[in-house]
């Protein structure tokens, strides 16, 4: 079987896990939305600017961001973790199946669902909220969304050194995202901006670059497209970190 198979079956066998399991369909997919739908529902929908542009369009970007990190580092982390836990990975280790291969099928697997939630949410922001974005700006979303997925996903394997059983895992990827979606410009958004500490926390770490990186491709108060390249190599260098945290200590045998 060629290495294009194997990862391809990886995929196939990850995406499979991903709709047999409830709990990662709803926070990855029906979640987002919900909160789509909450926050126009209590801010409003109105128009803001002259070319028509709607408040929708700055949550549209947020919750894009909410969503490319649950179907990256929160899918990706559970999941590796209850495998490695169940002895799946310690098998899979034992066969001549490259380490870099199960890795590749995660990532195409992440990317898959980040695609699809990219369709999902712009195609009801577009239908129900009036939310549009110039055709131009698409390249720009398109490496956002690329380097977003691949540097959660390395992520992801960092964090699962951390994780000591499948139970723990939840809590923990939980702990490091949700604080971190208040003081990252995903679930909150005011003229104002939040206090200067919380903008100081945010800006270190990737989701709120993620985060921003997606709002440029939407943002109805300037003309011509961005290229948010400081958001990229934000988001690049914590993908290596992640990558270098993984290689160091990564672990393939359950921990009991």
């Not at 047999?20 to 369909?25: D, W």
């Not at 495998?83 to 310690?90: A, D, I, P, W, Y």
């Not at 702990?175 to 270190?204: A, E, H, K, N, Q």
């Amino acid at each position: 079987m060629s290495r294009l198979s194997q990862i391809r079956s990886e995929t196939k066998f990850n995406l499979l896990g991903f709709r047999r399991s409830p709990a990662a369909t709803f926070f990855t997919v029906i979640l987002p939305l919900v909160f789509l739908v909450i926050f126009t529902s209590i801010f409003g929908n109105y128009t803001i600017n002259a070319t028509g542009a709607r408040v929708a369009t700055q949550y549209v970007p947020g919750i894009l961001a909410l969503a490319l990190v649950s179907a990256t580092f929160m899918n990706q982390a559970i999941f590796t973790v209850v495998k490695r836990e169940s002895g799946v990975l310690k098998a899979m280790r034992a066969t001549p199946l490259p380490p870099w291969v199960y890795v590749g099928g995660s990532v195409v697997s992440s990317l898959v669902l980040t695609a699809m939630m990219t369709v999902l949410v712009m195609g009801i922001g577009r239908i129900a909220y009036g939310v549009g974005i110039q055709a131009g700006a698409l390249p720009s979303l398109f490496v956002s969304l690329a380097i977003g997925t691949a540097a959660f996903s390395a992520l992801a394997l960092a964090v699962t050194c951390m994780c000591p059983s499948e139970q723990a895992a939840p809590a923990i990827t939980n702990m490091f995202v949700l604080p971190l979606y208040f003081v990252s410009d995903v679930f909150v958004i005011t003229s104002s901006g939040p206090p200067r500490w919380m903008g100081l926390i945010g800006d270190i770490f990737p989701i709120k670059h993620l985060a921003h990186a997606l709002r440029h491709t939407f943002d109805p108060f300037i003309d011509g497209v961005p290229v948010p390249v400081g958001n990229w190599l934000v988001m690049a260098a914590w993908g290596v970190f992640g990558v270098l945290v993984t290689v160091r200590f990564f672990r393939w045998t359950p921990r009991g």
